[in-house]
């Protein structure tokens, strides 16, 4: 996945660079695009879908509005001396997300337990019966 900086770049280029008639707007859009272009800067970038995976690994369900709210209090008491790592999305884990027993295949339907979608403790879960890894936890 590409960073949505970078994506916000893109498509600001190609709305300055296709001349939008109103010359006010096309030069705020400027403006911005040199504020995050500026090369004395950098951003780095953390999202929900981190937090989600992060939960699946480890099998614990975390809903899209907990998801927002983790990501919004990690990112508001990060400390600056650390920064964020995959440790620090798992502290959130432990406060926002719920551990799951069950799962569903969204391939074939089979309803695995987590222990037996997650044998192999190195992977993400996979389905036992036809080995997708399109796998959602069961709320309980
Ligand atoms: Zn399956």
Known sequence: MSCTIN???EE???????NHPDLHILKKLQEVYD???????????WGTEDLHTQAKY????????DAQQALKDMIQHHDC??????DTINSYLDDYAKPITKMICNECGY????KEAT???DDFPHC?????????PVKE
Do not use: A, H
């Not at 600001?12 to 296709?18: A, F, G, H, N, P």
């Not at 480890?58 to 509005?65: D, N, Q, R």
């Not at 309803?111 to 987590?114: G, Q």
């Open 128 to 136: 036992p019966s036809c080995g997708s890894d399109d796998l959602d």
């Open 81 to 86: 001396n650390y920064g964020i790592t995959w």
């Open 58 to 65: 480890y099998g614990m369900y975390l809903s899209e509005e």
């Open 119 to 121: 044998n192999n403790e």
């Open 7 to 9: 994506r916000v770049k």
């Open 111 to 114: 309803d695995p337990s987590f």
């Open 35 to 45: 504020m995050l272009n500026n090369p004395d800067l950098g951003f780095v970038e």
């Open 12 to 18: 600001l280029q190609r709305i300055i660079k296709d």
